[in-house]
């Protein structure tokens, strides 16, 4: 079964920071451009960041400078590096395979104090 397995949420204080990972299996990973959305409680799921198979990256304007989107092609694995965590952050974070779309289950990140 293709499958997206997001890991690495938690609970971390505001200015700190996670990092997510997400693996994927049974498919030619290399091939997909990737994503990283999140959902906020009573909030529209957003984009967070994206990268192509060529490792070209993308950010929304909330999270550049803070956030780092790459990938591991030898471990099927696409990352996303968040430092400075702000309290809104704090939101369900999903991987995706764009094309064909393919959402992993999510994981949660919560920055409080």
């Known amino acids: 079964q293709v499958q997206l397995v997001e890991s690495g949420g938690g609970l971390v204080q505001p200015g700190g920071s996670l990092r997510l990972s997400c693996t994927a299996s049974?498919?030619?990973?290399?091939?997909?451009?990737m994503g990283w959305y999140r959902q906020a409680p009573g909030k529209q799921r957003e984009l967070v960041a994206t990268i192509t198979s060529g490792g070209a990256t993308n950010y929304a304007d909330s999270v550049k400078g803070r956030f780092t989107i790459s990938r591991d092609n030898a471990n099927n694995t696409v990352y996303l590096q968040m430092n400075t965590l702000k309290p809104e952050d704090t939101a369900v974070y999903y991987c995706?395979?764009?094309?064909?779309?393919?959402w992993g289950q999510g994981t949660q990140v919560t920055v409080s104090s």
């Open positions: 995706k395979r764009h094309v064909p779309p393919l």
């Open positions: 049974r498919m030619i990973f290399s091939s997909y451009a």
